[in-house]
């Protein structure tokens, strides 16, 4: 198979998973051109960014409402700044968040920004760390002993950034409201991946990453609320009337925006093809885990079978080759990069993660085929 | 004198003050779209933005320190979110700052979003509304008066975005000093316009604008902080280490930061010919106040004479015209429109703010000449 036939449309094939669902389309990379001008997107506002109407901000936001089942949506920076703006809204400093065990960096300095104290809920372990809905009732149950009061907020990644798996949102939400605690979603890799319905999970507050997974040009992200919780996060200040005070008035106020505008029909629909992504994501998993007899050498971490395109693999046969090579680690971003394949850290070997979203099945056959030709040199 | 000859290199001509200093260059705009991806400045990341070397944001930031004078910088997401990182780390609910009379409405979100209380100095009032040092010190003994204990931080708007006004950063913040508060200078609307030189000033932190005064592709701004204050500005996470607690890790993690980088070289320039810049709009202003012999008829308000680029007018004479004009109040942007001059809000007459950066001399002298063709409508 040739490169140059896989690549045609793009460079490089890159699986790390921060990137692949957020390339940019040629509308998208179109539309950022030509708002990239500082504050391009801010000629016709009265005052409010979510309510201009050219571009069509106003007619946006209701938009991503509608396709996340959240009452009320508005943009951010990104997830981090999200996750900030509702610990900052909903709790005081002292109170306490229960937070998953896979929770990212940015969710515990979010909440140290916010002068939260944090408890994180347990995971099963290696090799599966699966977040269970027993977890938080273990979890909230253990603040309120220690704290004498339930948690402030409850935070649950959706999907995790280290071993792709895939909670159960609506179980946990249901944990935590019965113990009376709002739930934030974390949802920075599944939304506009995946379909989520906010309502139907029963979540209180949403939190997305346009630029890893809506294909836009970042930094920029989404945040959104149900019921009385949307008055609390969208409080307007009390001098300046229509200015969000935790938005600080006005967010994502240039070509992130219409980035994120431009990006968002295909998002729409791609969505909808998520069982083909997951589909993917199993067949290179067992692919990979198909290069050796021993199934020491090649295993998949976290929950099985994968539902997620974020993939961590233990890569006992491509350490092993680096031991002999003369790159020593250094061998397999090299062999890859080759082949037009990146995002692989360089001399990491042991264990990495990659990410299948978005690729053909051409390109993925090519990818296992250069993981199959490297694996090779073992011999 | 041929429209199409003017504006040969740009479609329009705008006026409005936000957008003269934010306009990109083909470079700038180039870089953007190379890292349009989402993540794309990530791929060679080693957990910190502000170390990345490729490209080169760590060189990056210490360069920009240098620009401003400053210990140490960081990009923000914009000015707004600058003011609030220095707000939130400096003071706690319920202290007090105090601000300008002409302070930006997100000055006093940032506050407010920060649990503050605000005190404002006053201003000289119409026709000037000049800010004084006299001012700061008054206001920050009715503070220790009112409260019993000093502001916690003041904050100067160096330039206001209502009169074009140039404070006396360096007497102000002596006087703060003297009171023994700390001082933040928002330069949204100076630095990248104007040298700046925090040390030399005196002042602890700043906070700039990357969209409105930096050329660049926002989102993005800059803090910076002086001596100890760095430290706690870019206090660490007790439980990720590298990770900045008020950058919440990482800030400026797309196309922004690439473009603030492009459009650098050029901004460094560019502060050196700011006599140029004010001497431009000396010369627009006795232009417009020429186009009546009656001084009422138009008239610019702030500090005379103008030591910054955005000027605002009233202009009884236009609104006259308007009185007996067809289309009522929006004769004027449609006047303008049909000239390629765009920035002035639709049926705005009695007064309006332009700014007159970046034009050249022929442009300036169109644009005078395209308001000395529409007063001209008044006979």
Excluded at 237 to 263: D, F, M, W, Y
Aim: aromatic fraction near 8%.
């Amino acid at each position: 198979m040739s490169l140059d036939r896989v690549i045609i449309d793009e460079l490089v094939l890159n699986l790390n998973p921060l990137q692949t669902a957020g390339r940019t389309s040629a509308e998208t990379r179109k539309a950022v051109t030509r708002f990239a001008d500082g504050y391009s997107v801010c000629d016709r506002c009265n005052g409010v960014l979510h309510d201009i109407e050219k571009p069509d901000i106003c007619g946006f936001v209701k938009q991503l409402a509608d396709f996340l089942g959240i009452d009320r949506a508005a943009t951010t920076m990104g997830a981090r700044e999200g996750k900030f703006a509702v610990f900052h809204s909903v709790a005081q400093p002292g109170d306490t968040v229960v937070v998953d065990g896979n929770a990212h960096y940015t969710t515990h300095v979010a909440a140290q920004r916010a002068g939260l104290n944090v408890i994180k809920t347990n995971h099963s372990g290696y090799p599966e760390y699966e977040i269970t809905p027993e977890s938080y009732a273990l979890t909230l149950d253990q603040c309120k002993t220690e704290t004498g009061k339930p948690a402030a907020i409850a935070l649950l990644t959706h999907v995790d950034g280290n071993y792709g798996n895939l909670t159960d949102a609506a179980a946990i939400a249901k944990v935590c409201h019965d113990a009376g605690v709002p739930i934030v979603l974390n949802t920075a890799y599944s939304s506009g991946r995946m379909p989520i319905n906010a309502r139907e999970l029963g979540i209180d507050f949403i939190v997305c990453s346009g630029h890893k997974s809506f294909a836009a040009c970042g930094p920029i992200g989404i945040i959104g609320a149900n019921g009385e919780w949307a008055d609390r996060l969208f409080r307007l200040s009390p001098t300046h009337q229509n200015k969000n005070i935790e938005l600080l008035g006005c967010t994502a106020r240039g070509a992130n925006i219409v980035s994120l505008i431009a990006a968002f029909p295909e998002v729409k629909k791609r969505v909808l093809r998520w069982d083909e992504e997951v589909a993917k994501a199993q067949r290179f998993t067992a692919a990979m885990e198909a290069l050796s007899d021993n199934p020491g050498d090649i295993m998949q971490i976290g929950m099985r079978p994968k539902h997620h395109d974020l993939i961590r693999l233990e890569t006992q046969l491509f350490h092993e080759i680096g031991e002999n090579h003369r790159k020593r680690g250094y061998y397999l971003s090299s062999e890859l990069g080759d082949r037009g394949i990146a995002g692989l850290k360089p001399g990491q070997t042991k264990w990495f993660k990659i990410s299948t979203y978005g690729f053909s099945d051409t390109q993925l056959d090519y990818i296992i085929n250069a993981f199959t030709e490297i694996a090779a040199l073992r011999f």
